[in-house]
């Protein structure tokens, strides 16, 4: 949160933008607008990039809160957003409160395919052709999203379904210890890709991703501490030491 300020509130969940969004905002408009003849296009696109990251944002912390869980906060920063949710402690939950994220770019997917096959019937490549590539790359930028998010390296949406159902046949600990060993090997694939890509922005992902998983393995090891210590009611039941007798 730090560096962050409040954009706005809906529906109980405050929606934060990191400063350094302008950064790469100032740097990434360049790329977005060669693609148009009227560079306020590029600023369209990069805004509704964000406008589908937030969405998919909101599927996440409402399908949480739908299941009794925590989300009040999002935020949004240069390589996407984090929605800060707390589901209930167990995989059905779980499983649900990650899964409506990329439900929301499912569920995009045929209306913008739908919008895309308008603009080639009315011919607006012809017409308008910065319209037409508007409509095009926000298709390419929620498809991409989908897969990408999809991917099952930890901590990405496709890694967190995994530890998901690794939870049903093995529990807490063990599948967040295995998606995070995953996570682990998935940085490192993403290291040697910006390598040879020579893609800063591969490595930056690459770095996020391994600090996830060192984080999600540490918080495995916290989990079975925690199963390892006697709950009170064990404690309660255990009966009292008896007292040594003294000559």
Known sequence: MSGAFRLFRLGGIDVYLHFTWFLIAALEFTRFAQRYHAPVWGLFEYLTLFGIVLLHEFGHAFACRSVGGRADRIVLWPLGGVAFVQPPPRPGPYLWSIAAGPLVNVILFPLLTLAVFAAGGVHLRLTNPDAANFIISIWSINTGLLI????????????????????????????????????????????????????????????????????????????????????????????????????
Do not use: H, T
């Open 148 to 247: 990408f998010n999809l991917l099952p390296i930890y901590p990405l949406d496709g890694g967190q379904l995994v530890r998901g159902l690794l939870w049903l046949k093995v529990g807490p600990v063990r599948s967040l210890k295995i998606a995070s060993v995953i996570g682990f090997i998935g940085a490192i694939a993403f290291a040697g890709f910006a390598v040879l890509q020579r893609s800063i922005w591969l490595g930056v992902i690459a770095f996020f991703i391994f600090g996830q998983a060192q984080a999600g393995w540490r918080a495995a090891q916290s989990l079975a501490l925690r199963e390892e210590m006697p709950k009170p009611s064990e404690l309660a039941a255990s009966p009292p030491p008896i007292p040594e007798e003294r000559s």
